[in-house]
């Protein structure tokens, strides 16, 4: 029975018809499960002829207050997901993150026997191009849960409590697409997180955040990989294009290369292609080095990049996200100590096989990746686009000269660690 279900669901989904239907999970392991639900129990380990189950590591037991994971398989597309939290059983505290670690619902209290549902929109894709074409990975990305057959979700918390799982194709939500580098990507692993993997849960279920962003990269080679063809084989009319570059494309050498040669020909491009989508293109400026001059100012090391991105918003009439302004702001009202907490500064064995210091000034811890997300969506909410009336209400109105406060911050890591620097700097 579940087997048909899932199989229906994958084959209208695919032929994009209204007899796709709604895949529901009951992870209780009551022994009545709800009606019209698939029973997982504990020992439901995925598996492609399956469909679903835990993934990557075992399930919930009903009391261990560990992470896990759930996964199913579905095809590219955007998908309503609701999650009931709680426990008859025991009090709970969740947080939810979809694929490599973009969050969507973060520490989300239940008392014993409450249940509390939670919805999102989770963006699934692979590398399929076409039939003869897949977009060039990096190593590291291969097998990702970014480019993968399944749509994955991580329970976590300090006590990770889940009853049921709705998932169904959400094909009419605008999808906010993010084309980047290292300062925006989803990192499957902790400690280093991209703003646009905090980006989700400012959202809600009102918009899907696609992330198409990987380390090191400039603009002109995500074009080359094929990321954008790819979103564009997704993208629709009332969609958004996200184009943030510079930290990269600056120290490209040689002929053609340069702020107002070939960095303002590819953004030209994201421009151009994202508009004969019907979608609306956004430019954001390269978000600041924690680099501060004697009078602890924050030097701006990005040269003619974004003035020369701020100049082709004027031009073209796109809309600027101005981060080169907005982390300076961030930063500097942090101080020079306290602003560590927005990169990821460790001393050696603050994480499992991290035998050196990190002191890393690029890439952003969870809080700051947090912090820059809230600007965007802030940024996002005072504009006249339709996308702004989607961040929610308390998403908006952050001021980065008024940062939060990052001993406040309650972040549950997720198991997977790799300490290695992403590409780029």
Partial sequence: MKTIALALLLAAVAANTPAAQTLRFDLTGAKTPKEGYIPVGQNNLYTDSAGHGYDFTPGWDGRSDRPYFFSVAVPDGNYRVRVTLGSKKSAGSTTVRAEARRMMAENI???KGELREETFIVSKRDDRVNDKERVKLKPREIGCMNWDGKLTLEFNGAAPRVSYIEIEPAPEVPTVFLCGNSTVVDNQAEPYTGWGQMLPQFFGDSVAVANYAESGLTASVFLSQGRLKKALTQMKPGDYVVVEFGHNDQKQKGPGSGAYYNY???????????RRKGATPILV??????DFDTQGRVRDTHGDYPAAMRE???????????FQELTKTLIEAMGLEESKKLFVHAPAG???????DIADNTHFSNFGAREIARIFATEVSRSNLPLARMVKPDAAGFDPSEPDDPDKYTYHMSPFVLTNKPAGN
């Fill in 312 to 322: 082709i918003a004027a031009r073209e009439g796109v809309f600027l996200v101005d």
């Fill in 285 to 290: 400026t390269p978000t600041r080095r924690r």
């Fill in 350 to 356: 603050t994480y499992e096989g991290q035998e050196a």
């Fill in 109 to 111: 209290p239940t008392r």
């Fill in 264 to 274: 303002a020909y590819a953004l030209k491009q994201f421009i151009d292609n994202a």
